[in-house]
């Protein structure tokens, strides 16, 4: 079992930059695939990044590449992204999730665990 907590969200005007952060309980955190995706309203969840399990690799959807980066700390327990650069279409509730599968990550149907959201919002 494993529970997720993110902060940092909240409103920046663009060109801004906050940085998400997601905690995680459980004993086996290195070997979970951690993502973040966001849901703006009336649209579907979507992925915006995710690391592999032990931290081996990193993804991330085209429109934020050169301006989100994700980056896990095992030993805190804690996954991040940072946002630079940020645009209004970024505005949306940003959720972090943990997988213990290996492949698939970019789908929010392979995880598992879901933090309550953030909310990011970005003005013009």
């Known amino acids: 079992q494993v529970q997720l907590v993110e902060s940092g969200g909240g409103l920046v005007q663009a060109g801004g930059s906050l940085r998400l952060s997601c905690a995680a309980s459980g004993r086996t955190f290195s070997s979970y695939a951690m993502g973040w995706f966001r849901q703006a309203p009336g649209k579907e969840r979507e992925f915006v990044a995710a690391?592999?399990?032990?931290?081996?690799?990193?993804y991330a959807v085209d429109s934020v590449k050169g301006r989100f980066t994700m980056s896990r700390d095992n030993a805190k327990k804690t996954v991040y992204l940072q946002m630079n650069s940020l645009k209004p279409e970024d505005t949306a509730v940003y959720y972090c999730?943990?997988?213990?599968?290996?492949?698939?990550?970019?789908?929010?149907?392979?995880?598992?665990?879901w933090g309550q959201g953030t909310q990011v919002t970005v003005s013009s």
């Open positions: 999730a943990a997988s213990p599968a290996g492949r698939g990550i970019l789908s929010p149907a392979t995880y598992d665990y």
């Open positions: 690391n592999s399990r032990n931290g081996g690799n990193t």
